[in-house]
């Protein structure tokens, strides 16, 4: 069972910054992608940005230029820097991974307990 640890949310004044934290206890499983979704109260759960084994990166129109997403793949560890943060950034983060078990052909996710952010004044 792979498990998600997040870290480092909490609340920041609109324009201010905050490094989230996701480090993956994996065991046999061998992740090939990381990244980080957001939930708003009564909303759906979004991407906000992803990063591949090879370094590709996807990040939403809401946060480019302002977020990036780094990993330490010998760590199993994704960060993701948020700066000139505004209020409808607010919402619950949550860590994904995603990839395979070792000689099995079934792709699989997993989520972090999610980690809340809130951006006011």
């Known amino acids: 069972q792979v498990q998600l640890v997040e870290s480092g949310g909490g609340l920041v004044q609109p324009g201010g910054s905050l490094r989230l934290s996701c480090a993956a206890s994996?065991?046999?499983?061998?992740?090939?992608?990381m990244g980080w979704y957001r939930q708003a109260p009564g909303k759906q759960r979004e991407l906000v940005a992803t990063?591949?084994?090879?370094?590709?990166?996807n990040y939403a129109d809401s946060v480019k230029g302002r977020v990036t997403i780094s990993r330490d793949n010998a760590k199993n560890t994704v960060y993701l820097q948020m700066n000139s943060l505004k209020p409808e950034d607010t919402a619950v983060y949550y860590c994904?991974?995603?990839?395979?078990?070792?000689?099995?052909?079934?792709?699989?996710?997993?989520w972090g307990q999610g980690t809340q952010v809130t951006v006011s004044s």
């Open positions: 994904h991974a995603a990839g395979y078990y070792l000689g099995y052909d079934a792709r699989y996710e997993y």
């Open positions: 990063m591949s084994n090879s370094g590709l990166t």
């Open positions: 994996t065991g046999d499983f061998s992740i090939n992608a």
